[in-house]
């Protein structure tokens, strides 16, 4: 067997001896070959002109030795949208789709009855939850913050080639945006252990983006802390989380003076996200926490 794959037929199943996924074997093939899937499948038996064949062969290999299918291609779908993605961000997950589901409801029956409801995604990377939002409810005001230059750049970029406009801002959580408030704050924040023995499966991905603290709640404990003093009254916070953190995340908002504490599940069937309100109240004269001090109940 020679060194490179001869044919789509050969690439295939090459793929298949190095375990790579089938459909990502035909999204790296189709993109050399710059053909659509039904394509690929009527000219599988067609002979590879020399300098596809080695650009095949490089990208299964890379594949093959753990690289995202979607950094390899430069995007990735989420929520219907195209993004481009690149090492400088997380690569956007099926899972965060909920969060985005949850978003959409709440924002369905916006908190201050206000026209152009005020979102914040906190931590946006690719981008993905804040241009999935500004897509599919045009009438928010979104707002994004990431603290890293590489990943504000590429959400910028998703922003302009998708034509959706988001206030994009560089910096730590809330620190951009000083004396703000939102009617909806979202976060898929990291929330992995530092010494999780699952990293080393996702070390092409940007380790900021992944890790934080010795048991993965720290930044959703200061997002959790932060949040009462950018929110309006009634104001919504919808996190996502690791699949066990769900009780952790809810005892927090809790603590924190939030109410109606409820859970969204992803695909797996695990609370992936944890979410509240902020003081439901008459005449927004009560906080959360003064509210539960006081045995108001709303
Ligand atoms: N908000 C982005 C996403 O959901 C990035 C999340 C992150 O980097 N932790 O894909």
Same mark, same amino acid.
């Given at each position: ?10 690439? @295939?199943?090459?793929?298949?001896? *190095? ?20 394509? +690929? ?17 490089? @990208? ?22 195209? @993004? ?27 908190? %201050? ?56 801002? *560089? ?24 010494? $999780?023995?699952? +990293? ?24 959790? $802390? ?10 919504? +916070? ?5 699949? $066990? ?13 939030? @109410? ?5 599940? $992803? ?18 004269? +009560? %906080? ?11």
């Amino acid at each position: 067997m020679s060194e490179l794959p001869t044919s789509i037929d050969d690439a @295939l199943q090459r793929a298949r001896r *190095l375990g790579v996924d089938r459909l990502d074997a035909h999204l790296l093939v189709g993109a050399v070959l710059q053909q659509p899937r039904s394509w +690929l499948l009527a000219h599988d038996r067609d002979p590879l002109p020399p300098d596809a064949a080695e650009r095949i062969h490089a @990208l299964l290999q890379r594949r093959a030795a753990g690289e995202p299918a979607a950094y390899l291609l430069g995007h990735k779908e989420f929520f219907g949208l195209t @993004l481009a993605v690149n090492p400088d961000v997380l690569v956007p997950r099926p899972d965060t789709e909920t969060l985005v589901h949850w978003a959409l409801e709440v924002l369905a029956q916006p908190p %201050s009855h206000t026209a152009a409801p005020r979102v914040l995604d906190l931590g946006t990377g690719s981008g993905a939850i804040a241009l999935a939002v500004a897509h599919t409810h045009p009438q928010a005001q979104v707002t994004a913050v990431d603290a890293s230059e590489g990943a504000l750049r590429t959400a910028r970029l998703n922003g302009e080639r998708l034509g959706l406009a988001v206030a994009w801002r *560089l910096g730590s959580w809330f620190e951009p945006v000083a004396g703000e408030r939102f009617d909806l704050i979202l976060s898929n924040p990291p929330y992995i252990a530092e010494h $999780d023995p699952h +990293l080393p499966d996702l070390r092409f991905e940007p380790r900021s983006a992944l890790t934080a603290g010795a048991d993965g709640l720290s930044d959703l404990r200061r997002i959790i $802390d932060q949040a009462p003093e950018h929110l309006q009254a009634g104001g919504w +916070l919808l996190l996502e989380h690791g699949w $066990d953190q769900a009780d952790a995340v809810a005892q927090l908002l809790r603590d924190r003076g939030f @109410l109606g504490v409820a859970h969204r599940h $992803d695909l797996g069937g695990h609370a992936r996200c944890t979410g509240a309100q902020w003081a439901p109240c008459r005449a927004g004269t +009560l %906080s959360g926490r003064d509210a539960l001090n006081s045995g108001y109940e709303p």
